[in-house]
């Protein structure tokens, strides 16, 4: 990364990192306007309007 040094196997992974410097947001939940700069993190936060729950805890049996 020309701004801070960091240096990343993949070239799709310093894109994703790019967007963190100036703090592009490009990827917007639908439901609420939450912008994310990783389409993971939307995909995570989507879970939350929907309810899903796909991990569960095989001690507790809670899920989350």
Known sequence: CG??????????MLV???????????FACADCGKSFSLSCSLFRHRRL?????PYR????????
């Open 49 to 53: 309007h929907s309810g899903q729950r």
């Open 3 to 12: 701004d801070c040094g960091q240096s990343f196997r993949r070239s799709s």
């Open 57 to 64: 805890c095989a001690g507790c049996g809670k899920s989350f």
């Open 16 to 26: 994703a990192h790019w967007r963190l410097h100036p703090g592009e947001k490009p």
